[in-house]
């Protein structure tokens, strides 16, 4: 149907896709969904989308990318690199995935992002998780981790204004302009 592609369109074919992954039942594994929460708080230009993608992102978002129109997709997740809790480090990917980074719990991203490093840009901004509680669940991040949420906002705007040319005096959160989720 139409309409179905034109939405389809909207939030996922644009230049650059930004995406949380992990899922917030399982503790620090919630740090991209909540860094994705802090990024709609600002405006972006058309092509950028910030997308928070849940535990969906390999299976339903990275999946129908379409490299001939997103050209970068900037990861945030919680990511095992081996630093203290609530480390960022960011990895711009080759294909394949360099052998230090591992998924923080079972069924993670790194397959699916081996399968899309050779036709899209990936970056991954990682958190250094304290705890992995999967299967145990656990609603909030750890202390660390919930520290590193601004550090992470400020990579991403950093990242864009490299890449893309949007300055960050040119992305305004939007309470600062007045929009918010009920305009």
């Known amino acids: 149907m139409k309409g179905d592609t034109d939405n389809r369109e909207f939030l996922l074919y644009t230049e650059t896709v930004i995406a949380g992954c992990g899922n917030p039942l399982f503790g620090d594994d919630g740090f991209g969904?909540?860094?994705?929460?802090?990024?709609?708080?600002?405006?972006?230009?058309?092509?950028?989308?910030v997308i928070d993608a849940g535990t969906s992102g390999p299976a339903m978002i990275f999946d129908i990318l379409d490299p001939?129109?997103?050209k970068h997709l900037i990861v945030i997740d919680c990511a095992d690199f081996g630093a203290q809790p609530?480390?960022?480090?960011?990895f711009n990917l080759s294909y394949p995935v360099p052998a230090?980074?591992?998924?923080?719990?079972?069924?993670?991203?790194?397959?699916?992002?081996?399968?899309?490093?050779?036709?899209?840009?990936?970056?991954?901004?990682?958190?250094?998780?304290?705890?992995?509680?999967?299967?145990?669940?656990?609603?909030?991040l750890s202390d660390e981790v919930a520290r590193a949420?601004?550090?992470?906002?400020?990579?991403?705007?950093?990242?864009?204004?490299?890449d893309t040319g949007c300055p960050l005096c040119c992305i305004l959160q939007k309470t600062a302009i007045g929009l918010t989720g009920d305009n």
């Not at 993670?108 to 299967?135: M, S, V, Y």
């Not at 949420?149 to 490299?162: F, S």
């Open 68 to 70: 001939a129109a997103t």
């Open 86 to 90: 609530g480390t960022i480090r960011v």
């Open 100 to 140: 230090g980074i591992r998924d923080a719990q079972p069924g993670g991203i790194i397959a699916a992002l081996n399968d899309l490093a050779p036709h899209i840009k990936i970056t991954i901004i990682g958190c250094q998780p304290r705890e992995n509680t999967w299967p145990e669940l656990k609603i909030d």
């Open 33 to 49: 969904p909540a860094v994705a929460e802090a990024l709609q708080r600002f405006y972006f230009p058309e092509n950028i989308r």
């Open 149 to 162: 949420i601004p550090m992470a906002t400020r990579t991403v705007l950093e990242l864009l204004d490299m």
